[in-house]
Structures are given as structure tokens and as C-alpha cells.
């Protein structure tokens, strides 16, 4: 497979998500390691049911970004918008969240959820997380939910996270990770299910740890396929040091 088809293949898997409606594919869209059930009944509350019947991750970075008034976050993979929704809540009145997401469809559906939710400190972008449409340190926080793991190559992913965080600002993702010495099916239907592109929990630690990232750890959940996990990363940019 080319990066080029994992691409198209992740694009098409995810337009027929947007697409669906309530009479959404349940191949696609009701897999148990999708859906709600990781987000409290408040949180749920707090979104419109259009964005939380588009939620499709793994785990709940929301919660482990521990955001506070005033920071600016940055969702990868955006989807219908419930983690943006929910950041940018917690975030106001100073604080702002963006969301990025490689469809425009799901960039349409996500700022009609944000409207409907009443929230205005929000900006949806369309683009690749391999190549995020925002200034060089202007983030505190990066957050992603079971979409990391569909990138065909992590590392400009990475060097892209590292390169929008402000000095000291940290990473908080949900993503589907291979337990270490498992051998996956890379096979084209298994990427686009988050499986195939999974990487073991030593190479997330590695990987990161390359891109400048600092206090690296992946905590390792629920199993969501063969050998995989759901996993909470998390990880610092460094504060730089001034020369003496």
C-alpha cells in the first residue's frame, strides 16, 4: 500500500460516517470500541446528539488533557466536533479550541454541532494532521482520538504536534496501540479500522521521545481487536532552558 491509498481509503471509510446520518452503516459506525460509552453522562449532555452519534474513538483525551481557562487546544481528527465541543467549554472564556479534520464534510458537521452546542470559541479546519494549517507555537495542548493510528507515516504527524506546541505544552491522545511484539494484518480494510496502522507501545514511547517529546508514557486499556489495546498517551514539550 501507498501512503496515497491509505489516505483515500481512510477518506472514504470516514465520508460514509459523515454521510450516514442516523441511518448510519452499523459495519462502519457501532463497533464496540466506538461510540459513547467512554464519555460520562454530563459531558453528553453538554453536545449536540449529532456529535456525539459521530463519535468514533477509543478512549476520552478530553479528560486526560486536564485543561484549564485560557488554553488553546488543538483536536486532530476532529470528526462531528464532541471533543472540540467539550475543550472549548472548559477553556472559555479566554481559550479557544481547534479542530482538524481531513474532511470538509465532517468540518461542515462539526461548526453546525458547535453552533447548535452555543459555543463560539472554536475554529474547525480542514487539512492533514501530517501538515496542521496553524502557526509554530501556538498551542498548549494537543489532543486526538483514535485517528493517530490511521496515519500511514507517524512521524510528521509527530514533528507536526511538536511544532504547534508551545514550549512546556503537552500532548493528551486516545489512540489504538499494538501490545509490544505483536505482528498486525496490514491489510487495507485493517488500517482503515485503526488496526493495521497501530504502532506497539514501545515505538509510541520511541517515536515521540525523537520528535522532542518529554515524560512520554502510554498506559495501555481496554482491548479493542487482537493484540490491541486502547492506550492514553501523554507527553510534554520541554521547557527550554536559557544559555547562560
Not at 220 to 227: E, F, P, R
Request: aromatic residues 4%; proline residues 4%.
Amino acid at each position: 500500500m501507498t501512503d496515497q491509498q491509505i489516505h483515500d481509503d481512510v477518506r472514504d471509510y470516514y465520508l460514509r460516517a459523515a454521510t450516514a446520518g442516523k441511518d448510519r452503516d452499523v459495519d462502519v459506525l457501532t463497533d464496540e470500541r466506538w461510540g459513547t460509552h467512554l464519555y460520562d453522562e454530563a459531558s453528553l449532555f453538554e453536545v449536540p446528539e449529532a456529535a456525539a452519534d459521530l463519535s468514533m474513538g477509543c478512549g476520552n483525551p478530553y479528560v486526560l488533557a486536564d485543561l484549564q481557562d485560557g488554553d488553546v487546544v488543538l483536536d486532530l481528527g476532529s470528526g462531528g466536533g464532541i471533543d472540540v465541543i467539550l475543550s472549548a467549554k472548559r477553556v472559555a472564556p479566554s481559550g479557544k479550541a481547534y479542530g482538524l479534520d481531513m474532511l470538509p464534510e465532517m468540518v461542515e458537521i462539526a461548526r453546525k454541532n458547535a453552533a447548535e452546542a452555543g459555543v463560539t470559541n472554536v475554529e474547525f479546519l480542514q487539512g492533514l494532521m501530517e501538515d496542521v494549517p496553524l502557526p509554530d507555537a501556538s498551542i498548549d495542548a494537543v489532543i486526538s482520538n483514535c485517528v493517530i493510528s490511521l496515519a500511514p507515516d507517524k512521524t510528521p504527524v509527530f514533528s507536526e504536534m511538536a511544532r504547534v506546541l508551545r514550549v512546556g505544552g503537552r500532548i493528551a491522545v486516545s489512540d489504538v496501540v499494538a501490545e509490544n511484539g505483536v505482528s498486525l494484518d496490514v491489510s487495507r480494510e485493517e488500517w482503515v479500522e485503526c488496526g493495521a496502522g497501530a504502532l506497539q507501545q514501545r515505538e509510541y514511547v520511541t517515536m515521540l521521545e525523537a520528535a522532542g517529546f518529554e515524560d512520554v508514557t502510554v498506559e495501555l486499556t481496554h482491548q479493542v481487536g487482537d493484540g490491541l489495546r486502547a492506550g492514553m498517551i501523554r507527553g510534554r514539550k520541554p521547557v527550554q532552558r536559557r544559555e547562560r
